[in-house]
Structures are given as structure tokens and as C-alpha cells.
């Protein structure tokens, strides 16, 4: 290897870029024609030192670039109050509907109303029918007799027995419905299902009395005012208010 590639080499491993090595090592060998390596090197700061005393050669002082700063990475400051805010706005459950309890309370005040209404000559209150049925169970309960021998000639009449009965057990039926409603709704829980039952149970009932009569008379004719009142309340358990 002659001196001028060695001198070419030695300025590549101090940083030089291979053509600026090469442009260097002609100043100093004009008759240098080495190809310059490949690999490229990051750029060099030179400065003439003086010459070599002995040879005569310029020396030169090769200054290795300087590194630059990393980049410096600024974070926000942590701010509290944007996770209160974010709090504050989260949905934190089902709110409380107050239509349900409306219905409750309609269907209990119902049941201190007429149930059973004749033209206004007589009536029987909700509470009073829930007295009957006690006593007719109590009746049932002893084991009364009966004549299980009497012919029913009409089959209107079996039939009507349906929405009869029906209307009879209904402020029981009310008085369940609007406990489990009260409980339901004093637990935040949906009551839509519960009132679509009631619903369904006065809607059952009102069709059968519909097409069933007994001489003209339909089982709904001596429903009074606290028994729709009771049947409709229930409508409050599907409003979500």
C-alpha cells in the first residue's frame, strides 16, 4: 500500500467522508488516483495544524463532529381537575323514574274506591272485595257443602264464569303487582315488564267480558271507578319519567 492511500485511509478512520478524504490526499499527493471506499462517513471539521518537521507534509487536525443534543421530550403537567371532570360526566347508573311510583300509589288509593259499582245504589270498594275473598276461602277452607247438582242450562253462563272470576281476584292481583312495582322501583330495576303483565291482565280480562254476556250483561258493567282506576295506573310502570 503506498503512503498516499495509507494517508487516505488514515483521514476515512478520523471521520472523513471518503471524497473528502480522496480531494485531501490529492493536495498532498498530486498523483494520487485512489478510489475512494464506498461507505460514506459522517462530516469532519479540518484545521492546518503546521508541517511535519521532518517530511515537509502539512498536518492537519481532524475534529470529529460534534453529536447532536437529543431531542427533548416535554410532557404536560398532570392536571387533576380533568379527571374530576371526566368523572362528573360519567353516567353513574339507571336514574330513578318517579312515574312508577306514581302507579303504585294510584293503584293503592284505588283500592279505597269502588270496585264494584251498581248505578251508585251499591258498591264495593277494593278492600272490601279483598274481605270477601278472605271469607270464601276461609269457607273453602272448612270444607262447606255445596250442590254440585245444579244444571246450568246456558253455556253463556259457563263462559262468563272466566272474566268473573277475574274481576274478582283482580285488586288482589293489583295489590301484588303495585308491592313488586314499589320494591322494583325503590331499587332502580325496570318495572316495563311488570306493567306490561297488569296491562295484560286487565286487556284479557276486558276482551272475555266483551264477548261474553249473560242477558245482555257483560262482567264489566259493574266495574266502578276505583277498578279502572287501578287497571290503567299501571301505565305508569312503563313511562320512564
Known amino acids: ?9 488514515g483521514l476515512i ?13 490529492q493536495q498532498h ?6 478510489a475512494a471506499p464506498a461507505a460514506a462517513a ?4 479540518d484545521s492546518v495544524v503546521g508541517r511535519d518537521l521532518h517530511t515537509g507534509n502539512v498536518v492537519h487536525h481532524h475534529a470529529a463532529p460534534a453529536a447532536a443534543a437529543p431531542a427533548m421530550v416535554t410532557e404536560s403537567p398532570y392536571d387533576a381537575s380533568t ?14 323514574y318517579y312515574a312508577p311510583f306514581i302507579a303504585v300509589l294510584l293503584i293503592l288509593v284505588s283500592l279505597f274506591l269502588p270496585y264494584v259499582s251498581l248505578g251508585g245504589l251499591f258498591e264495593v270498594s277494593g278492600f272490601e272485595m279483598l274481605g270477601v275473598m278472605g271469607d ?6 272448612d270444607g262447606g257443602d255445596g250442590d254440585g247438582d245444579a244444571d246450568v242450562d246456558s253455556g253463556g253462563f259457563e263462559l262468563i264464569i272466566v272474566p268473573l272470576l277475574m274481576f274478582g281476584i283482580s285488586p288482589l292481583f293489583y295489590i301484588l303487582t303495585a308491592i313488586i312495582g314499589g320494591i322494583l322501583a325503590g331499587l332502580k330495576k325496570n318495572t316495563t315488564i311488570l306493567g306490561g303483565i297488569h296491562l295484560g291482565y286487565f286487556g284479557l280480562f276486558f276482551l272475555l267480558s266483551l264477548v261474553t254476556d249473560m242477558f245482555g250483561f257483560h262482567v264489566h258493567d259493574l266495574a266502578g271507578s276505583g277498578f279502572w282506576i287501578g287497571s290503567l295506573a299501571a301505565i305508569g310502570f312503563m313511562i320512564k319519567k
Open 29 to 34: 499527493f498530486p498523483n494520487f488516483t485512489g
Open 1 to 9: 500500500m503506498s503512503e498516499a492511500q495509507t494517508y487516505c485511509d
Open 42 to 45: 459522517p462530516a469532519m471539521q
Open 136 to 141: 270464601m276461602a276461609g269457607m273453602a277452607a
Open 13 to 25: 478512520g478520523q471521520g472523513y467522508s471518503a471524497a473528502d478524504a480522496v480531494t485531501y490526499t
Open 83 to 96: 379527571d374530576a371532570n371526566v368523572a362528573m360526566n360519567m353516567d353513574d347508573g339507571p336514574s330513578r
